[in-house]
């Protein structure tokens, strides 16, 4: 058909030249060159142009050298979306004034930890991009601070920054830490941590602080050098008390209970209350009603309700006290008035006393037995 002559500006539509003419010049589009003055130059007019191609095998607009690629009216209804058919490659910056909606996938080059692959405008530093095969990556300020791998046996989201939650965090599986300080407590993240091995082969977990008037408490495990299965309570930056793995406790400071203190009945070789330098030397319960005082692992006194004894006797047989008398026999007997106590030397003349009245009614027994008063 022949092609009818075209003004510059003028409009090629069906209204004007019917359907006919408007499909003839889609078939034959590559020789408008003969009849629009664009072979080498330029169209520059105010008019608008116009093309039918909606679909992407046949794009309104496309290139001779390539049919299939070029721009169309995706949805036909004029509703305002374009269809690009083939690939879009931009040199510089796409910018997008409203919303991008993309169906498909957007493809991006790995990028790099200072410059992630998806970044911001204002900061090109921060984004995201693809460590290897199996490593996806984040960035904040050209540094990795997270990343989700799949790396045959390292499976999980990672964290190179310290992991703070403002909210509960749950955690349905275990929580494993490497050496040194691992899981932080509070707002002191040098002290407060749990931590199954130090960098310095140390093996404890510690809660709180050691900044100056700080508590902590650590626990030592098994494999601790130093201090293997012992429990630390710290005051005020140094140490309150210590539980060692044989069960026994020590205090770097008074004690002070205002309610009951119980103890083991202990042994006279274990005393219940004993002391440190000399753990043999103290009392324990020597039976039910009976408080027993030991030196060096010997019974010195018992105390009962009935009284006071002296199971392995005495050091001397007889004396005074302040407020007591020992016999010869090794009676003991309360003194109310210390002054009238007799001293050493009554004792001995008592002694003597008591021995010649001894002999003397022990020579009137014999004489009654021999015979009568007169022998």
């Not at 204002?122 to 990795?144: C, E, I, P």
């Not at 691992?182 to 407060?192: Q, R």
């Not at 900044?211 to 902590?216: K, P």
């Not at 539980?243 to 119980?262: A, E, I, W």
Request: hydrophobic share 35%; charged share 20%; proline share 4%.
């Amino acid at each position: 058909m022949t092609i009818p002559n075209v003004s510059t500006g003028q409009i090629i539509d069906a209204t004007t030249f019917g359907n006919a003419v408007v499909d003839a010049v889609n078939a034959h589009a590559d020789q408008f060159a003969l009849y629009l003055p664009l072979a080498g130059g330029t169209l520059d007019s105010g008019a608008q142009i116009t093309a039918r191609g909606t679909n992407a095998s046949a794009p309104a607009y496309s290139f001779a050298a390539n049919r299939g690629c070029g721009l169309y009216l995706a949805n036909g209804s004029g509703a305002g979306i374009i269809g690009l058919s083939g690939e879009l490659w931009v040199s510089e910056r796409l910018r997008a004034q409203s919303d991008l909606q993309v169906d498909g996938q957007i493809k991006a080059q790995n990028g790099s930890e200072a410059k992630p692959a998806i970044s911001f405008t204002n900061q090109t530093d921060m984004g995201m991009w693809r460590r290897n095969a199996t490593d996806l990556a984040f960035s904040v300020s050209g540094h990795r601070v997270l990343g989700a791998a799949m790396t045959s046996g390292y499976e999980g989201v990672y964290a190179f920054e310290n992991l703070y939650a403002q909210k509960d965090l749950q955690v349905d599986g275990t929580i494993t830490t490497g050496a040194g300080k691992a899981v932080y407590f509070g707002g002191n993240w040098d002290d407060a941590f749990i931590a199954n091995t130090t960098a310095s082969g140390r093996e404890y977990m510690n809660f709180g602080e050691s900044a100056a008037g700080g508590a902590r408490l650590r626990l030592y495990g098994p494999g601790d050098p130093s201090s293997p299965g012992d429990v630390l309570i710290y005051a005020g930056g140094s140490i309150a008390a210590r539980f060692n793995k044989d069960r026994t406790t020590k205090l770097y400071s008074d004690l002070q209970v205002d309610g009951l203190t119980r103890a083991q009945n202990g042994t006279k070789t274990a005393p219940a209350y004993s002391f440190t330098s000399d753990p043999k030397t103290g009392f324990y319960l020597y039976s039910k009603g009976i408080a027993s005082i030991v030196c060096d692992g010997k019974n010195v006194a018992n105390f009962g309700t009935d009284g006071v004894a002296f199971p392995e006797g005495l050091a001397e047989t007889t004396g005074r006290a302040a407020n007591m008398y020992i016999n010869p026999e090794g009676q003991i007997f309360k003194i109310t008035d210390p002054a009238k106590a007799p001293t050493t030397a009554d004792v001995s003349r008592l002694e003597n006393i008591i021995k010649k009245l001894s002999d003397r009614i022990g020579e009137l027994e014999t004489r009654l037995i021999s015979g009568g008063p007169n022998n």
